[in-house]
Antibody
Framework: EVQLLESGGGLVQSGGSLRLSCAVS????????ISWVRQAPGKGLEWVSS????????FSADSVKGRFTISRDNPRNTLYLQMNSLRAEDTAVYYC?????????????WGQGTTVTVSS | QSVLTQPPSASGTPGQRVTISCSGS????????VNWYQQLPGTAPTFLIY???QRPSGVPDRFSGSKSGTSASLAISGLQSEDEADYYC???????????FGGGTKLTVL
């Protein structure tokens, strides 16, 4: 069964850092693109960052470019989101989601999310 | 403000057919396929429609999608109380090099 499990969320002060993890099972991270999507309290979905199946391409939203970095550990089958210079507006539930293919075909399986709260 | 435009709310009575629109541009919907997601209250989003009009296995055929030009639609026929949820459209944006979502439509079953 394909599963994604996020962890690493918590409460952090503005300007601080946090690293989120997404452990996957039922598939290998080198076979599919994976994305991070966030949802601020009471708001809609916002794409954050993606990494291609090959790992050679990464993409990030303008709102996090230069502050957030997506990466992965192939042997651990785990994806990461390093978040630096956090702001209050980064407060959200962060989901990792598997793509249907190597890159941007659509996110077909989602994790349950991890909550990040940035206090000002 | 979301790149893709959806109505904030929609409603219908059990058994009715409702449609939710999603409007974009030539850089997203106009040149890429559209996916739809359902988010039940307090849960993570789930995959509802991909490639404009394809249903993943397990999704009832009451749900259907279509696309024309720079717009797309999600139709739900035979509305049921368990369909009460938020619905999001999404497409890849060629210039932004990333996914763009609609703002979401809250569907109420009266």
């Amino acid at each position: 069964e394909v599963q994604l499990l996020e962890s690493g969320g918590g409460l952090v002060q503005s300007g601080g850092s946090l690293r989120l993890s997404c452990a996957v099972s039922g598939f290998t991270v080198t076979s599919y693109a994976i994305s991070w999507v966030r949802q601020a309290p009471g708001k809609g979905l916002e794409w954050v960052s993606s990494i291609s199946a090959s790992g050679s391409s990464t993409f990030s939203a303008d709102s996090v470019k230069g502050r957030f970095t997506i990466s992965r550990d192939n042997p651990r089958n785990t994806l990461y989101l390093q978040m630096n210079s956090l702001r209050a507006e980064d407060t959200a539930v962060y989901y990792c989601a598997k793509d249907r293919g190597a890159l941007h075909l659509g996110m077909d399986v989602w994790g349950q999310g991890t909550t990040v709260t940035v206090s000002s | 403000q979301s790149v893709l435009t959806q109505p904030p709310s929609a409603s219908g009575t059990p058994g009715q057919r409702v449609t939710i629109s999603c409007s974009g541009s030539s850089s997203d919907i106009g040149s890429n396929t559209v996916n739809w997601y359902q988010q039940l209250p307090g849960t993570a989003p789930t995959f509802l429609i991909y490639s404009n009009n394809q249903r993943p296995s397990g999704v009832p055929d009451r749900f259907s999608g279509s696309k024309s030009g720079t717009s797309a639609s999600l139709a739900i026929s035979g509305l049921q109380s368990e369909d009460e949820a938020d619905y999001y459209c999404a497409s890849w944006h060629d210039s932004l090099n990333g996914w763009v979502f609609g703002g979401g439509t809250k569907l109420t079953v009266l």
